[in-house]
């Protein structure tokens, strides 16, 4: 069982990234699925979730901006992420969840330049 997140980088003030999280040995339309981040001193907060009815929710300070979604087929969670700012710069996890367990990936730095 496995969360493989992947996409980020290093990107300039209002540019955008996508980031992708791919499951393996389980499968992700059974599970709320989203994003957090963790930005460097701070405690990892909610970016972006989407449940198994496929109804999101947003951080205030994402919204309009991100878009968190998910490919059954791909078996993988994206998250696309435009007008980026500086205070976006943080690792961001992927993660997925049932009443009984949950499931994190390992994490992805994004890096964005003023």
């Known amino acids: 069982v496995q969360l493989q997140a992947s996409g980020g980088g290093l990107v300039q003030n209002g540019g955008s990234l996508r980031l992708s999280c791919a499951a393996s040995g389980f499968t992700l339309n059974y599970y709320d699925v989203g994003w957090f981040r963790q930005a460097p001193g701070k405690e990892r907060d909610m970016v972006a979730e989407?449940?198994?009815?496929?109804?999101?929710n947003y951080a205030n300070s994402v919204k309009g901006r991100f878009t968190v979604s998910r490919d059954a087929a791909k078996n993988t969670i994206f998250l696309q992420m435009n007008s980026l700012k500086p205070d976006d710069t943080a690792v961001y996890y992927c993660y997925a969840k049932t009443l009984a367990r949950q499931y994190w990936g390992q994490g992805t730095q994004v890096t964005v330049s003023s």
């Open positions: 989407i449940n198994v009815f496929d109804y999101t």
